[in-house]
């Protein structure tokens, strides 16, 4: 096994030749494309249709690799934001009582989608089960066609917690009473069920559900509602609907303890880097003399189904291209509304998304350096560690759950996409700042969590980004100072919620009060 390993030092003195060392090991794969896997090994099936590019980005990289970041920079990137005159703002405003003695009866619903959409699912149908006064079962996630993961409710969230933590809201069960023991998911896969709601519309109205739902609890006593992802307006509903959707968010869906402890583990060693590692459950903080340190999140997502569906040209030649244009026609049947663009027209409208490289161009010209901890959120990154080797390059100290934690540790997770994201999310909002290098439903779940708790969020500006990128002749100066200027309000300030825009990412007026 070759291993090539350079950590180059940006933070003060010298750099030049550092940095041209560093820049003659990202270009080997470029001679040896097909030599070597991420992990060292001969694999060929994988470089049959991707070979490794060299750095798309050659003069801005090494200008990142030999520049300096002051104290002063330092300093700014990674003070918190200051009070924005907001707090979070979840309870009721009527008096609390008791819910009504009769419920109309029991709602299922069978949630697609990974775990962020099936969360915001979830806060959906406790807001249904609200304006109907009906008793929710808690929700039935269906397995991911893309991930095939099985994991239920119960498996990632802390169930008992969702329960007491909406006891005065709505009505919740485990499970269906016995007499309705008929009604699953292979009831209402076999047959059209006089039950099942399936004509639920994109964004319905509250006065929907009363019309069409209502009376089906009322004559059967129970309505399983499928499909049922995004079938709740954001618009025109009570105050008090809107606050417990939050709440459901915010407050009641927490992760099952093995994920919290793992979380905590991840961060502690974060903070933490010199401390000597014990077992789960330890404390972790008392095992350093140093003070906590400083972290940052990169939610990369870059991954098979992204890279295809964006169209773009990701520099990995011919048979990259020939094989996302397979992609494309396999699962969409080549019916992608980008393909009709060119790559040029793509990224001046900031439809590509970033590649690790541009994601650390974008983070070093933002004052992040090679002291940077940065833990990496992904699941699986197109064209693995090779792809990934320019970030590497930039941010030696770069972690994720592999590097962090041992095997033993990750067992409960393992090859369960749902409880990754779980531990990548918990991680990501116990981060001084998040950034996220696409947009995504994992983008928009943390960008809306980090409002309501008004913690720093950078926002990649995607379309001056892609404008930069662009520019082949541009300096680093000049790149950096458009970068810095192009950010200054996309670190976490609220925005508030539009018409028709998601509650869940925009918390903002809906979910917040005058502090």
């Not at 309870?91 to 775990?115: H, M, N, R, W």
């Not at 896969?189 to 509250?206: D, E, N």
């Amino acid at each position: 096994m070759v291993r090539l390993q350079y950590r180059p030092h940006r933070g003060g003195g010298g750099g030049g030749g550092g940095a041209l060392a560093g820049l003659l090991v990202l270009l080997f794969p470029v001679f040896l494309p097909s030599l070597f896997s991420p992990l060292g090994h001969a694999s060929p099936s994988m470089f049959s249709e991707w070979n490794a590019p060299k750095p798309r980005h050659f003069r801005l990289l090494k200008s990142a690799l030999q520049s300096e970041t002051t104290n002063a920079q330092q300093s700014d990137l990674w003070i918190p934001l200051a009070n924005q005159g907001l707090r979070p703002c979840v309870e009721s405003t009527k008096t609390p009582s008791a819910l009504p003695e009769k419920s109309q009866g029991y709602i299922q619903v069978f949630l697609d989608g990974g775990l962020n959409q099936q969360r915001m699912g979830i806060c959906d149908a406790v807001a249904v089960a609200k304006i109907l006064n009906a008793t929710l079962v808690i929700p039935h996630l269906e397995v991911n066609p893309v991930w095939q993961d099985s994991s239920s409710f119960m498996d990632i969230f802390d169930v008992d917690h969702f329960i007491d933590t909406l006891k005065d809201d709505i009505s919740i069960v485990k499970e269906l009473p016995y007499e309705f023991f008929w009604s699953t998911r292979e009831y209402y896969a076999t047959a059209i069920r006089t039950t099942r709601i399936k004509t639920a519309p994109v964004h319905a109205s509250a006065n929907w559900y009363l019309e069409n739902v209502l009376p089906v609890l009322q004559s059967y006593g129970i309505a399983a509602i499928a499909p049922f992802s995004h079938r709740l307006a954001f618009d025109n509903l009570p105050v008090d609907i809107q606050r417990l959707r939050c709440k459901v968010n915010f407050q009641a869906l927490v992760f099952v303890p093995h994920v919290r402890a793992l979380g905590d583990a991840l961060v502690s060693r974060l903070r933490y880097p010199s401390s000597k590692r014990g077992a789960l459950g330890t404390n972790y903080l008392q095992e350093s003399t140093e003070g906590a340190g400083k972290f940052a999140v990169l939610h990369l997502r870059f991954d098979k189904d992204m890279a295809a569906h964006s169209a773009c040209d990701f520099g990995g030649g011919k048979a990259e291209k020939l094989a996302l244009a397979k992609y494309r026609q396999t699962i969409w049947q080549g019916r992608v509304l980008n393909s009709q663009f060119t790559d040029e027209e793509l990224r001046n409208q900031g439809r590509c998304p970033l590649t690790p490289e541009e994601i650390g161009l974008l983070l070093a010209a933002l004052g992040f350096d090679n002291s940077t901890r940065l833990y990496l959120a992904s699941h699986k990154v197109y064209g693995g560690e090779a792809r990934i080797s320019t970030l590497r390059t930039l941010f030696p100290l770069m972690e994720g759950k592999k590097s962090l934690a041992s095997a033993v540790e990750r067992s409960q997770i393992k090859g369960k996409a749902s409880l990754l994201a779980a531990v990548d999310y918990y991680v990501s909002m116990h981060s001084d700042i998040f950034i996220s290098a696409s947009p995504g439903n994992m983008h928009n779940a943390l960008v809306g969590h980090r409002t309501y708790e008004n913690l720093k969020t950078i926002r990649p500006n995607m379309a001056l980004l892609g404008q930069l990128f662009l520019n082949k002749s541009i300096v680093w100066s000049d790149f950096q100072q458009a970068v810095i200027e192009g950010h200054e309000t996309r670190q976490g300030q609220i925005r508030v919620r539009k018409p028709k825009q998601s509650i869940y990412t925009y918390p903002a007026p809906d979910c917040m009060c005058n502090a």
